[in-house]
C-alpha cells in the first residue's frame, strides 16, 4: 500500500518511488510482481498519471522494475542486486572514512544526516 502525505516537502514521485523501492527490496513486493498500471495507480492515489510515471521510470532507472511495453511493470529480479551495490557503497566509505582518522561515531552522525538529506 502507497500512500501519499500531501503535507509533505517530499515530492509525490518520490513518496512513491521511494514506498515502491522500500517494498522491492523488503520483498513485500516479490519478484515477478505486476506493479499497477501508470494510470491505475495514479487514479487510486489521486496523482496526475506523470507523477507516477516519473517514479517508475527511477525504479526502472534503478533496475528495480522492469517495463514491457504493454504488458506492464513489473518488480525486476535485481533488488539483491541493489543491497550488494549498498554494500560495497558501505565498505567503500568506511575504508575512506579511516583513512581521514574519523571514528565510528562521526562516521555514523555524517551517513545518518546524509540519508536524512536523501529523504
Same mark, same amino acid.
Given at each position: ?7 509533505s516537502?517530499?515530492?509525490p514521485?518520490e513518496?512513491?518511488?521511494?514506498? $515502491? ?22 487514479a487510486?492515489?489521486? $496523482?496526475?498519471a506523470?507523477?507516477?510515471? %516519473? =517514479?517508475?521510470?527511477? $525504479? ?9 511495453? %504493454? ?5 525486476? =529480479? ?5 543491497? !550488494? !551495490? =549498498? ?6 566509505? !568506511? ?8 571514528g565510528?561515531?562521526? !562516521? ?12
Amino acid at each position: 500500500m502507497i500512500t501519499i502525505d500531501t503535507a509533505s516537502a517530499v515530492p509525490p514521485y518520490e513518496q512513491v518511488r521511494s514506498q $515502491l523501492a522500500t517494498q522491492i527490496n523488503d520483498g513485500t513486493l516479490a519478484v515477478g510482481t505486476r506493479l499497477p498500471t501508470v494510470r491505475r495507480l495514479a487514479a487510486d492515489l489521486g $496523482l496526475a498519471a506523470n507523477t507516477v510515471a %516519473r =517514479a517508475y521510470r527511477e $525504479l526502472e532507472d534503478a533496475g528495480l522494475v522492469d517495463t514491457r511495453g %504493454r504488458a506492464g511493470t513489473f518488480v525486476g =529480479a535485481t533488488g539483491d542486486a541493489s543491497r !550488494a !551495490a =549498498a554494500a560495497t557503497a558501505a565498505r567503500e566509505y !568506511a575504508a575512506k572514512v579511516h583513512a581521514l582518522g574519523l571514528g565510528r561515531a562521526e !562516521a555514523l552522525r555524517i551517513v545518518t544526516a546524509a540519508l536524512g538529506a536523501a529523504t
